[in-house]
Each structure stands twice: as C-alpha cells, then as structure tokens.
C-alpha cells in the first residue's frame, strides 16, 4: 500500500505478505523463504526456509534532488527502512521471539518514466547485507 503526503516529494510503503505451503512432501526449493531484496533486506536470498513465511516491510521514500537534462527526468530517493518477519512450521508455531528485525536505508535514481536503479543496505542480527537492482523492490 503505497501512503501519499501532501508533499509529493513524499511517500511511504508499507508491504505484508503471508505465506503457507500444504502438503505431505514439499521440496526444500519450493518452501516460502524469508531473505532478499523483496523480504528480509538484512539477509541474503532464502536465508530463512520453512512450510510457513510472515513479513511486514515499511519505507519512507524521500525524493532528495531531481535533475532534468534533455527532457529526461531523474529523481533521486533516500529510503530509510525496517523489515520484520519469520518462517514457521505451522500457524500455532509462530512466535515473537522468532521474528528477525531488519533497518536500512536504500538510495535510487528513478529516471521516469520507467528505470529505477536501487543500492540498498540492510542490517540484520547476522551483519550487513547490500542489494543492487534496477526496479523498486515492491
């Protein structure tokens, strides 16, 4: 869900996501994983693996600068964030304590109307972890 302010310079994201996966045998590759760029920012790609993954990601997306060279438009965007989830067997094993904590900051040059490139710097209970991309995570 994306939180427009009043200044257009502005804007907040919040994402969640719920995951279950059912069945007798499921392939470790096809378990709900919590790490990555789209998850878990502070860990690397699938870190976290079971039948069951929770995520809930904020940011804050501050348009610092904006260059306009051409008729071509960049902005440039600071995007402090937090990231909390956890992985679980199953719905009654979900538990505070397991939720891994994440805060970070991202830095993207948006050129309209279509090409993001993002740097984005995550600290989980593990160290740092950095993602580079081109596109808005979500």
């Not at 378990?31 to 039948?51: I, K, N, V």
């Not at 989830?85 to 279509?114: E, H, L, M, W």
């Not at 993602?131 to 979500?138: K, L, R, T």
Request: charged share 25%.
């Amino acid at each position: 869900r994306f939180f427009l302010w009043e200044n257009p310079k502005y804007v907040t994201v919040v994402h969640a996501l719920y995951e279950k996966a059912d069945g007798s045998f499921i392939p470790f590759y096809e378990l709900p994983s919590l790490g990555g760029r789209e998850t878990l920012r502070g860990y690397g790609e699938g870190r976290f693996a079971d039948r069951g993954r929770m995520v809930i990601n904020a940011e804050h997306r501050v348009t610092f600068a904006t260059l306009e060279m051409m008729g071509i438009r960049t902005n440039f965007e600071l995007a402090p964030f937090v990231d909390l989830g956890s992985v679980f067997p199953d719905i009654q094993d979900i538990k505070s304590k397991n939720f891994r904590p994440v805060y970070g900051g991202a830095f993207r040059a948006a050129v309209k109307p279509n090409v993001v490139g993002d740097v984005e710097v995550g600290f989980g209970q593990e160290g740092p972890a950095v993602f580079v991309d081109i596109n808005y995570p979500y």
